[in-house]
């Protein structure tokens, strides 16, 4: 509990987003491959695509969602943290943690990043 705890701590003073934390909100989401437990999605179909290009997916293989959070956990993050699989790992068991049901990633440029935690 003292990692946990710690971390969280330092979350809160710096990249937590108060005013949006256990909002609910609706959004529309593109998502590329099988939903599983825990699921990143892309504001941007765009982004979605290229993802799925990289991985040798198609057009086809992007798919539209509507998400759904009553009580998200919303992180302000820097574009070079976002693709930081130990960051976001230690978001998702913060989120996990605190029961929340998802959470928000959003970089500067307010482009925003979804993960469903079931």
Do not use: Q
Not at 78 to 103: M, Q, R, S, V, W
């Amino acid at each position: 509990m003292g990692k946990f705890r710690k971390i969280f701590e330092a979350l809160t003073e710096a990249d937590i987003s108060k005013s949006d934390t256990s909002k609910p909100i609706s959004v529309i989401a593109y998502r590329y491959g099988k939903v599983k437990p825990i699921s990143f999605y892309a504001k941007s179909k765009t982004y979605a695509l290229e993802y799925a290009l990289s991985k040798e997916g198609t057009e086809d293989d992007v798919h539209e969602y509507k998400l759904n959070f009553k009580n998200p956990l919303v992180i302000d993050v820097e574009d070079k943290e976002f693709g930081d699989a130990t960051k976001e790992g230690e978001y998702i068991d913060i989120a996990i943690k605190g029961n929340f049901d998802g959470l928000i990633f959003r970089t500067k440029d307010k482009d925003e990043f979804y993960v469903t935690i079931k």
